[in-house]
T-cell receptor, first 111, second 114 residues
């Protein structure tokens, strides 16, 4: 009964380094999302996917890339990390108009 | 566009007080409405939902009624506990939309004092 699993849970990067956050869901959901959460800003959508092989930009896509090569996985990449990308990142999945299931979050610090 | 507006927080209450967190929405079509809760250090969890007008979602003593005429989905609880301290997010999900499916409000932080 895993639901949505994010890895890693914590990471510290130096400015300019790259990394990939992995999101995996075992509910056969079509929709997957990456959000960032910053103090006082609520949830902001970075990128989302409506199915395997598809991705689309959300509200704050700059500096991030995503891939959905398999239906169950949604990867978020940072090619050259910046301090402004210090945040908590949440992945979520859902079916159309169904409830969204969230991962536990990844706390990323860029120094 | 589609949006969700919530009352500004933080909200601080004493234990056993009555809670209302206001939520209003703007949406094309006929959305489903949700309240999510985020406890410290955790992801968001579904608290309750409603899929059509006049539906009442309820869970753990919390209630919210889908009011189409006022485009609102206010969260209420008759007697809060310290364990209810969390951030509450109102959200909508759009019908037949092959783009972004969910729109979240900014969240309202609730602190309940013993």
């Amino acid at each position: 009964n895993a639901g949505v699993t994010q890895t890693p849970k914590f990471r510290v990067l130096k400015t300019g380094q790259s990394m990939t956050l992995l999101c995996a869901q075992d509910m056969n959901h079509e929709y997957m999302y990456w959000y960032r959460q910053d103090p006082g800003m609520g949830l902001r959508l970075i990128h989302y996917s409506v199915g395997e092989g598809t991705t689309a930009k959300g509200e704050v896509p700059d500096g991030y890339n995503v891939s959905r090569l398999k239906k169950q996985n949604f990867l978020l990449g940072l090619e050259s990390a910046a301090p402004s990308q210090t945040s908590v990142y949440f992945c979520a999945s859902s079916q159309l108009q169904g409830r969204a299931f969230f991962g536990q979050g990844t706390r990323l610090t860029v120094v | 566009g589609n949006s969700v507006t919530q009352m500004e927080g933080p909200v601080t209450l004493s234990e056993e007080a009555f809670l209302t967190i206001n939520c209003t929405y703007t949406a094309t079509g006929y959305p489903s409405l949700f309240w999510y809760v985020q406890y410290p250090g955790e992801g968001l969890q579904l608290l309750l939902k409603a899929t059509k007008a006049d539906d009442k979602g309820s869970n753990k003593g919390f209630e919210a009624t889908y009011r189409k005429e006022t485009t609102s989905f206010h969260l209420e609880k008759g007697s809060v506990q310290v364990s209810d301290s969390a951030v509450y997010f109102c959200a909508l999900s759009l019908p037949g939309n092959y783009g972004q499916n969910f729109v979240f409000g900014p969240g309202t932080r609730l602190s309940v004092l013993p």
